[in-house]
Protein backbone atom coordinates (compact mmCIF):
# COMPACT_ATOMS: atom_id res chain seq x y z
CA UNK A 1 0.00 0.00 0.00
CA UNK A 2 1.62 3.39 -1.03
CA UNK A 3 0.66 6.63 1.43
CA UNK A 4 0.41 10.06 -0.38
CA UNK A 5 1.15 13.36 0.76
CA UNK A 6 -1.28 15.85 -0.17
CA UNK A 7 -1.71 19.59 0.62
CA UNK A 8 -5.12 20.26 0.85
CA UNK A 9 -6.67 24.18 1.33
CA UNK A 10 -7.51 24.48 4.90
CA UNK A 11 -8.80 27.66 4.84
CA UNK A 12 -10.42 29.80 1.74
CA UNK A 13 -7.52 32.51 1.14
CA UNK A 14 -8.60 36.36 2.09
CA UNK A 15 -6.44 38.63 0.28
CA UNK A 16 -2.67 37.13 -0.40
CA UNK A 17 -2.48 33.41 0.42
CA UNK A 18 -0.84 32.66 3.33
CA UNK A 19 0.96 29.58 4.07
CA UNK A 20 -1.34 28.47 7.11
CA UNK A 21 -3.73 28.83 4.59
CA UNK A 22 -2.70 25.12 3.64
CA UNK A 23 -2.21 22.11 5.20
CA UNK A 24 -0.15 18.91 4.74
CA UNK A 25 -2.05 15.50 4.87
CA UNK A 26 -1.04 11.91 4.15
CA UNK A 27 -3.69 9.88 2.66
CA UNK A 28 -3.74 5.85 1.75
CA UNK A 29 -4.75 4.35 -1.43
CA UNK A 30 -6.08 1.41 -2.38
CA UNK A 31 -4.57 -1.42 -3.97
CA UNK A 32 -5.17 -1.09 -7.71
CA UNK A 33 -8.39 -2.79 -9.80
CA UNK A 34 -7.95 -3.60 -13.60
CA UNK A 35 -7.76 -0.74 -15.67
CA UNK A 36 -5.80 1.18 -13.07
CA UNK A 37 -2.73 2.77 -12.80
CA UNK A 38 -0.63 4.44 -9.94
CA UNK A 39 1.24 7.55 -10.47
CA UNK A 40 3.82 9.44 -8.70
CA UNK A 41 4.37 12.95 -9.43
CA UNK A 42 7.49 14.63 -10.23
CA UNK A 43 7.07 18.07 -11.41
CA UNK A 44 4.06 19.72 -10.22
CA UNK A 45 2.55 22.97 -11.12
CA UNK A 46 1.96 26.34 -9.42
CA UNK A 47 -0.22 28.46 -11.41
CA UNK A 48 -2.52 31.73 -10.97
CA UNK A 49 -5.67 30.44 -11.85
CA UNK A 50 -5.27 28.06 -8.57
CA UNK A 51 -6.28 31.37 -6.36
CA UNK A 52 -9.04 32.10 -8.92
CA UNK A 53 -10.81 28.64 -8.94
CA UNK A 54 -10.01 28.26 -5.11
CA UNK A 55 -13.21 29.94 -4.43
CA UNK A 56 -15.53 28.66 -7.28
CA UNK A 57 -14.59 25.00 -7.46
CA UNK A 58 -13.00 24.24 -4.03
CA UNK A 59 -14.43 24.04 -0.50
CA UNK A 60 -12.21 23.90 3.18
CA UNK A 61 -10.17 20.53 2.83
CA UNK A 62 -10.30 19.94 -0.69
CA UNK A 63 -6.94 18.65 -2.07
CA UNK A 64 -5.55 21.98 -3.97
CA UNK A 65 -6.53 21.75 -7.49
CA UNK A 66 -3.30 21.56 -10.19
CA UNK A 67 -1.69 19.62 -12.51
CA UNK A 68 1.69 17.54 -12.52
CA UNK A 69 3.94 15.51 -15.11
CA UNK A 70 3.82 12.14 -13.70
CA UNK A 71 5.38 8.68 -14.35
CA UNK A 72 3.78 5.75 -14.18
CA UNK A 73 4.96 3.15 -11.05
CA UNK A 74 2.09 0.59 -12.03
CA UNK A 75 -0.24 0.09 -14.35
CA UNK A 76 -3.22 -2.68 -14.48
CA UNK A 77 -4.50 -1.00 -18.01
CA UNK A 78 -2.82 -2.33 -20.76
CA UNK A 79 -2.70 1.63 -23.01
CA UNK A 80 -0.52 2.61 -20.38
CA UNK A 81 3.70 1.22 -19.52
CA UNK A 82 4.85 1.55 -16.25
CA UNK A 83 8.08 4.20 -16.47
CA UNK A 84 5.84 6.17 -19.13
CA UNK A 85 5.44 10.02 -18.18
CA UNK A 86 2.15 11.74 -18.63
CA UNK A 87 0.52 15.10 -17.78
CA UNK A 88 -2.14 14.38 -15.09
CA UNK A 89 -4.69 17.00 -13.76
CA UNK A 90 -4.85 15.13 -10.21
CA UNK A 91 -4.08 18.19 -7.75
CA UNK A 92 -0.92 18.24 -5.26
CA UNK A 93 -0.22 14.66 -4.57
CA UNK A 94 2.75 12.81 -4.67
CA UNK A 95 1.06 9.69 -5.73
CA UNK A 96 -2.32 9.28 -7.19
CA UNK A 97 -4.87 6.79 -8.71
CA UNK A 98 -6.09 6.84 -12.15
CA UNK A 99 -8.43 5.26 -14.57
CA UNK A 100 -6.23 6.67 -17.99
CA UNK A 101 -9.09 8.99 -18.79
CA UNK A 102 -7.75 12.91 -18.82
CA UNK A 103 -3.87 11.75 -18.71
CA UNK A 104 -2.19 12.67 -21.75
CA UNK A 105 1.37 10.91 -22.49
CA UNK A 106 4.11 13.41 -23.16
CA UNK A 107 4.92 12.82 -26.96
CA UNK A 108 6.88 10.34 -28.45
CA UNK A 109 9.38 12.95 -29.99
CA UNK A 110 10.51 14.38 -26.30
CA UNK A 111 13.88 14.53 -26.44
CA UNK A 112 15.98 13.47 -23.48
CA UNK A 113 17.97 16.60 -23.65
CA UNK A 114 14.61 18.72 -22.68
CA UNK A 115 13.05 18.79 -19.02
CA UNK A 116 10.05 17.11 -18.60
CA UNK A 117 9.08 19.88 -16.73
CA UNK A 118 8.37 22.26 -19.80
CA UNK A 119 5.00 19.66 -20.29
CA UNK A 120 3.75 21.87 -17.71
CA UNK A 121 5.05 25.18 -19.08
CA UNK A 122 6.55 26.16 -22.44
CA UNK A 123 5.13 22.68 -24.35
CA UNK A 124 2.41 22.85 -22.05
CA UNK A 125 -0.88 24.65 -20.86
CA UNK A 126 1.14 27.93 -19.98
CA UNK A 127 2.76 27.76 -24.23
CA UNK A 128 -0.85 26.69 -25.40
CA UNK A 129 -2.29 29.90 -24.20
CA UNK A 130 -0.21 31.73 -25.67
CA UNK A 131 -0.30 30.09 -28.94
CA UNK A 132 -4.02 30.11 -29.07
CA UNK A 133 -4.62 33.92 -27.64
CA UNK A 134 -2.41 34.86 -30.20
CA UNK A 135 -3.34 33.03 -33.34
CA UNK A 136 -6.85 33.07 -32.43
CA UNK A 137 -8.29 35.77 -30.17
CA UNK A 138 -5.27 38.68 -31.05
CA UNK A 139 -5.14 37.23 -34.83
CA UNK A 140 -1.88 39.13 -34.78
CA UNK A 141 -0.41 39.55 -38.54
CA UNK A 142 3.11 40.01 -39.72
CA UNK A 143 4.60 43.85 -39.08
CA UNK A 144 2.12 44.17 -36.34
CA UNK A 145 2.74 45.44 -33.09
CA UNK A 146 2.53 43.60 -29.70
CA UNK A 147 2.20 44.57 -26.29
CA UNK A 148 2.15 41.59 -23.35
CA UNK A 149 2.56 42.17 -19.87
CA UNK A 150 3.59 39.62 -16.60
CA UNK A 151 5.87 39.09 -19.72
CA UNK A 152 8.87 37.22 -17.81
CA UNK A 153 5.94 34.29 -16.98
CA UNK A 154 5.44 31.64 -18.73
CA UNK A 155 2.65 32.58 -20.62
CA UNK A 156 4.05 36.44 -21.24
CA UNK A 157 7.37 34.66 -22.10
CA UNK A 158 6.21 32.44 -25.11
CA UNK A 159 3.64 35.50 -25.96
CA UNK A 160 6.51 37.44 -27.19
CA UNK A 161 8.84 34.62 -28.36
CA UNK A 162 5.62 33.42 -30.67
CA UNK A 163 4.83 36.64 -32.02
CA UNK A 164 8.94 37.33 -32.99
CA UNK A 165 8.48 34.38 -35.37
CA UNK A 166 5.35 35.82 -36.52
CA UNK A 167 7.07 38.59 -37.42
CA UNK A 168 5.64 41.33 -35.38
CA UNK A 169 7.09 44.29 -33.22
CA UNK A 170 7.05 43.17 -29.63
CA UNK A 171 6.74 45.18 -26.52
CA UNK A 172 7.10 43.92 -23.29
CA UNK A 173 6.99 44.78 -19.71
CA UNK A 174 7.55 42.78 -16.10
CA UNK A 175 8.34 43.62 -12.59
CA UNK A 176 11.73 43.56 -12.07
CA UNK A 177 15.31 44.89 -14.06
CA UNK A 178 16.58 41.36 -14.13
CA UNK A 179 13.03 40.33 -16.03
CA UNK A 180 13.19 43.44 -18.65
CA UNK A 181 17.12 42.09 -19.28
CA UNK A 182 15.93 38.27 -19.78
CA UNK A 183 13.08 39.51 -22.25
CA UNK A 184 15.97 41.60 -24.24
CA UNK A 185 17.58 38.80 -24.24
CA UNK A 186 14.88 35.81 -25.88
CA UNK A 187 14.28 38.85 -28.40
CA UNK A 188 11.93 41.42 -27.44
CA UNK A 189 12.22 44.48 -29.03
CA UNK A 190 11.57 46.40 -26.19
CA UNK A 191 10.82 45.92 -22.73
CA UNK A 192 10.66 47.70 -19.60
CA UNK A 193 10.47 47.81 -15.78
CA UNK A 194 6.11 48.82 -15.40
CA UNK A 195 6.93 49.38 -11.48
CA UNK A 196 9.86 51.72 -11.94
CA UNK A 197 8.85 53.99 -14.82
CA UNK A 198 7.90 57.05 -13.72
CA UNK A 199 4.66 57.03 -16.05
CA UNK A 200 3.45 54.06 -17.64
CA UNK A 201 1.58 55.78 -20.41
CA UNK A 202 4.94 57.36 -21.26
CA UNK A 203 6.38 54.06 -21.02
CA UNK A 204 4.02 52.65 -23.50
CA UNK A 205 4.44 55.59 -25.90
CA UNK A 206 7.85 55.33 -26.07
CA UNK A 207 7.94 51.87 -26.77
CA UNK A 208 5.55 52.01 -29.74
CA UNK A 209 4.97 55.84 -30.58
CA UNK A 210 2.42 54.57 -33.40
CA UNK A 211 0.55 52.76 -30.58
CA UNK A 212 -0.23 48.72 -30.71
CA UNK A 213 -2.49 46.50 -32.89
CA UNK A 214 -2.96 43.36 -30.41
CA UNK A 215 -2.83 43.19 -26.36
CA UNK A 216 -2.08 40.07 -24.97
CA UNK A 217 -3.29 41.12 -20.99
CA UNK A 218 -2.24 38.81 -18.53
CA UNK A 219 -2.66 41.45 -15.61
CA UNK A 220 -5.65 43.50 -16.51
CA UNK A 221 -7.02 46.32 -14.00
CA UNK A 222 -5.33 49.68 -13.80
CA UNK A 223 -2.27 48.68 -16.41
CA UNK A 224 -4.85 47.42 -18.84
CA UNK A 225 -7.22 50.67 -18.41
CA UNK A 226 -3.74 52.71 -19.37
CA UNK A 227 -3.08 50.43 -22.27
CA UNK A 228 -6.21 50.39 -24.13
CA UNK A 229 -6.06 54.24 -24.29
CA UNK A 230 -2.29 53.12 -26.74
CA UNK A 231 -4.53 51.05 -28.94
CA UNK A 232 -4.51 51.56 -32.83
CA UNK A 233 -7.57 51.90 -34.18
CA UNK A 234 -9.25 48.21 -34.74
CA UNK A 235 -7.10 46.84 -32.15
CA UNK A 236 -7.29 43.60 -30.80
CA UNK A 237 -6.98 42.88 -27.32
CA UNK A 238 -6.83 39.31 -25.92
CA UNK A 239 -8.33 38.89 -22.10
CA UNK A 240 -6.19 36.27 -20.73
CA UNK A 241 -5.65 36.69 -17.08
CA UNK A 242 -6.21 39.31 -14.44
CA UNK A 243 -3.32 38.78 -11.91
CA UNK A 244 -3.38 42.84 -10.82
CA UNK A 245 -7.06 41.90 -9.56
CA UNK A 246 -6.78 38.09 -8.08
CA UNK A 247 -6.05 39.32 -4.77
CA UNK A 248 -8.46 41.77 -3.79
CA UNK A 249 -10.53 41.62 -0.72
CA UNK A 250 -12.59 44.96 -2.76
CA UNK A 251 -13.36 44.86 -6.09
CA UNK A 252 -11.05 47.52 -7.71
CA UNK A 253 -12.95 50.59 -9.46
CA UNK A 254 -12.55 52.27 -13.09
CA UNK A 255 -11.25 54.20 -15.05
CA UNK A 256 -13.33 51.92 -17.47
CA UNK A 257 -13.06 51.23 -21.43
CA UNK A 258 -15.66 51.55 -22.66
CA UNK A 259 -15.40 55.41 -24.83
CA UNK A 260 -11.83 54.33 -25.27
CA UNK A 261 -13.20 50.87 -27.06
CA UNK A 262 -15.92 52.63 -29.06
CA UNK A 263 -13.27 55.72 -30.26
CA UNK A 264 -10.51 53.45 -31.27
CA UNK A 265 -13.37 50.52 -32.46
CA UNK A 266 -11.27 48.26 -30.46
CA UNK A 267 -12.48 44.44 -30.11
CA UNK A 268 -11.46 43.05 -26.75
CA UNK A 269 -11.98 38.90 -26.05
CA UNK A 270 -11.68 37.07 -22.83
CA UNK A 271 -10.51 33.22 -23.40
CA UNK A 272 -9.95 29.90 -21.79
CA UNK A 273 -7.17 27.80 -23.05
CA UNK A 274 -9.48 24.88 -23.14
CA UNK A 275 -11.29 26.46 -25.67
CA UNK A 276 -8.93 24.77 -27.80
CA UNK A 277 -8.33 21.22 -25.91
CA UNK A 278 -9.45 19.56 -29.52
CA UNK A 279 -6.07 21.28 -31.07
CA UNK A 280 -4.03 20.57 -27.74
CA UNK A 281 -1.64 17.84 -30.10
CA UNK A 282 -1.54 20.78 -32.65
CA UNK A 283 -0.40 23.16 -30.02
CA UNK A 284 1.82 20.90 -28.16
CA UNK A 285 3.54 19.76 -31.43
CA UNK A 286 4.11 23.61 -32.91
CA UNK A 287 5.85 24.41 -29.48
CA UNK A 288 7.65 21.62 -29.19
CA UNK A 289 9.33 22.02 -32.54
CA UNK A 290 9.98 25.89 -32.14
CA UNK A 291 11.89 24.77 -28.55
CA UNK A 292 13.83 21.98 -30.26
CA UNK A 293 15.16 24.21 -32.95
CA UNK A 294 15.94 27.04 -30.07
CA UNK A 295 13.22 29.07 -31.50
CA UNK A 296 11.45 29.47 -28.32
CA UNK A 297 13.82 29.57 -25.26
CA UNK A 298 12.99 28.93 -21.82
CA UNK A 299 13.60 29.28 -18.43
CA UNK A 300 12.09 28.06 -15.43
CA UNK A 301 11.87 28.45 -11.74
CA UNK A 302 12.13 25.01 -10.02
CA UNK A 303 11.32 25.19 -6.36
CA UNK A 304 12.68 21.84 -4.53
CA UNK A 305 10.36 19.84 -2.42
CA UNK A 306 7.18 18.95 -2.25
CA UNK A 307 6.98 20.23 1.28
CA UNK A 308 7.56 24.03 -0.74
CA UNK A 309 4.98 23.92 -2.98
CA UNK A 310 2.51 26.44 -0.85
CA UNK A 311 5.76 28.87 -0.61
CA UNK A 312 6.29 28.31 -4.28
CA UNK A 313 2.68 29.26 -5.19
CA UNK A 314 2.63 32.22 -3.10
CA UNK A 315 6.44 33.27 -4.62
CA UNK A 316 4.82 33.01 -7.81
CA UNK A 317 2.21 35.62 -7.06
CA UNK A 318 4.39 37.69 -5.87
CA UNK A 319 6.69 37.68 -9.32
CA UNK A 320 9.43 35.80 -7.65
CA UNK A 321 9.51 33.60 -10.65
CA UNK A 322 11.30 33.98 -14.18
CA UNK A 323 9.51 32.27 -16.61
CA UNK A 324 7.40 29.15 -15.31
CA UNK A 325 7.02 28.08 -11.71
CA UNK A 326 7.66 24.60 -11.10
CA UNK A 327 7.89 22.42 -7.76
CA UNK A 328 10.55 19.45 -8.15
CA UNK A 329 9.39 16.65 -5.99
P1 LIG B 1 3.36 33.96 -14.54
O1 LIG B 1 4.42 32.95 -14.74
O2 LIG B 1 3.34 35.16 -15.44
O3 LIG B 1 3.44 34.42 -13.01
C1 LIG B 1 2.63 35.44 -12.55
C2 LIG B 1 3.33 36.80 -12.76
O4 LIG B 1 2.36 37.82 -12.67
C3 LIG B 1 4.33 37.14 -11.67
O5 LIG B 1 5.58 36.57 -11.93
C4 LIG B 1 4.37 38.65 -11.71
O6 LIG B 1 5.38 39.09 -12.59
C5 LIG B 1 3.01 39.03 -12.33
N1 LIG B 1 2.18 39.77 -11.38
C6 LIG B 1 1.78 39.41 -10.15
N2 LIG B 1 1.03 40.38 -9.59
C7 LIG B 1 0.98 41.39 -10.48
C8 LIG B 1 0.36 42.68 -10.49
N3 LIG B 1 -0.36 43.11 -9.45
N4 LIG B 1 0.52 43.45 -11.58
C9 LIG B 1 1.25 43.02 -12.63
N5 LIG B 1 1.84 41.80 -12.69
C10 LIG B 1 1.72 41.01 -11.62
O7 LIG B 1 1.94 33.28 -14.59
P2 LIG B 1 1.29 32.61 -15.88
O8 LIG B 1 2.11 32.90 -17.06
O9 LIG B 1 0.96 31.22 -15.56
O10 LIG B 1 -0.10 33.41 -16.01
C11 LIG B 1 -0.11 34.74 -16.52
C12 LIG B 1 -1.56 35.20 -16.61
O11 LIG B 1 -2.25 34.39 -17.57
C13 LIG B 1 -2.35 35.08 -15.31
O12 LIG B 1 -3.20 36.20 -15.19
C14 LIG B 1 -3.15 33.82 -15.51
O13 LIG B 1 -4.32 33.80 -14.74
C15 LIG B 1 -3.43 33.88 -17.00
N6 LIG B 1 -3.71 32.58 -17.62
C16 LIG B 1 -4.86 32.49 -18.33
C17 LIG B 1 -5.18 31.33 -19.01
C18 LIG B 1 -6.42 31.28 -19.81
O14 LIG B 1 -6.80 30.19 -20.28
N7 LIG B 1 -7.09 32.40 -20.02
C19 LIG B 1 -4.29 30.15 -18.93
C20 LIG B 1 -3.06 30.38 -18.20
C21 LIG B 1 -2.80 31.57 -17.56
P3 LIG B 1 6.02 40.57 -12.51
O15 LIG B 1 7.29 40.43 -11.75
O16 LIG B 1 6.20 40.92 -13.92
O17 LIG B 1 5.04 41.44 -11.79
Redesign the pocket.
Known sequence: MVTAKAWVLKKHFEGFPKTSDFDLKEVKLPNLKDGELLLESVFLSV???MR?YSRRVMKEGDIMIGTQVARIVESKNPAFTVGAFVVADSGWRTHFISDGKDLHLLPSSWPESLPRSLALGTVG??GL?AYFGLLEVCKMKPGETVLV??A?????SVVGQLAKIGGCKVVGC???DD?VAYLKKIGFDEAFN?KTVKSLDEALRKASPDGYDCFFD??GGE?ASIAINQMKKYGRIAV?????LYNDSVPQKGPYVQVSMILKELRMEG????RWSNRREEGVKALLKWVMEGKVKYHEQVTEGFENMPMAFIG??K?E?LG??VVKV
Open positions: DPYVMPTNAAGAVGAGSKYNVFCGAISFLVSMLGNKA
